[in-house]
């Protein structure tokens, strides 16, 4: 199991966030096999920005640019403390057999709105591809489905030069084979780990 807890949030360029992680490690993986998403149970978005942000309303108005483009059912709005100015956006989409998300940034020169938006965008372009992980979790979950026993399988938006490339590495270190097999809309990718 894995525990995560924000003490800082931290913003470009003077960063300073600080979370704790506890992991318990698992004493065998199993294989992972996600072929279909399933229903979808719900969407939830959190919207973030530093206290000086809040009289224009950046962490609402991201959110409000979010809704125009993706049905959000559970709204999270955080004034956080920082060292530097910024904001974020995370929206997450349960599904009964997986969670796809995605995030985006807030930068100066763009509207809040736009913010909420590109984040919409990304993940409702990773459930228009069927995907079982987004592009995020596809790349890291990568050394799992190799460290597991017997053969995992998902569904990835795309296969991006950088999940080639952690194959590749992967590979070389442990007993295990990958296969990337391109169908209409997205990417399969199989794995007979080394588990």
């Given at each position: 199991?894995?525990?995560?807890?924000?003490h800082?949030?931290?913003?470009?360029?003077?960063?300073?966030?600080?979370?704790?992680?506890?992991?318990?490690?698992?004493?065998?993986?199993?294989?992972?096999?996600?072929?279909?998403?399933?229903?979808?149970?719900f969407?939830?978005?959190?919207?973030?920005?530093?206290?000086?942000l809040?009289?224009?309303?950046?962490?609402?108005?991201?959110?409000?640019?979010?809704?125009?483009?993706?049905r959000?059912?559970?709204?999270?709005?955080?004034?956080?403390e920082?060292?530097?100015?910024?904001?974020?956006?995370?929206?997450?989409?349960?599904?009964?057999?997986?969670?796809?998300?995605?995030?985006?940034?807030?930068?100066?020169?763009?509207?809040?709105?736009?913010?909420?938006?590109?984040?919409?965008?990304?993940?409702?372009?990773?459930?228009?591809?069927?995907?079982?992980?987004?592009?995020?979790?596809?790349?890291?979950?990568?050394?799992?489905?190799?460290?597991?026993?017997?053969?995992?399988?998902?569904?990835?938006?795309?296969?991006?030069?950088?999940?080639?490339?952690n194959?590749?590495a992967?590979?070389?270190?442990?007993?295990?084979?990958?296969?990337?097999?391109?169908?209409?809309?997205?990417?399969?990718?199989?794995?007979?780990?080394?588990?």
């Amino acid at each position: 199991s894995v525990k995560s807890e924000t003490h800082e949030y931290g913003f470009y360029p003077k960063g300073g966030g600080r979370i704790t992680v506890d992991v318990t490690p698992a004493l065998k993986l199993k294989p992972l096999a996600i072929e279909t998403m399933g229903k979808h149970v719900f969407t939830e978005a959190w919207s973030s920005a530093s206290r000086e942000l809040a009289r224009p309303k950046v962490a609402e108005r991201q959110l409000g640019g979010a809704k125009v483009m993706i049905r959000i059912d559970k709204e999270n709005v955080k004034y956080v403390e920082s060292q530097s100015i910024g904001s974020s956006i995370a929206i997450v989409a349960r599904f009964k057999n997986c969670i796809l998300g995605a995030s985006a940034l807030g930068e100066r020169s763009l509207p809040a709105e736009k913010v909420g938006e590109q984040a919409a965008a990304e993940l409702s372009r990773v459930i228009s591809a069927g995907a079982t992980m987004d592009g995020c979790m596809a790349d890291q979950i990568l050394p799992y489905m190799a460290l597991a026993g017997g053969k995992s399988v998902m569904l990835a938006p795309s296969a991006t030069n950088h999940m080639k490339t952690n194959i590749w590495a992967i590979e070389k270190f442990l007993d295990a084979k990958f296969s990337i097999e391109y169908c209409e809309k997205n990417v399969m990718v199989s794995c007979t780990g080394s588990g």
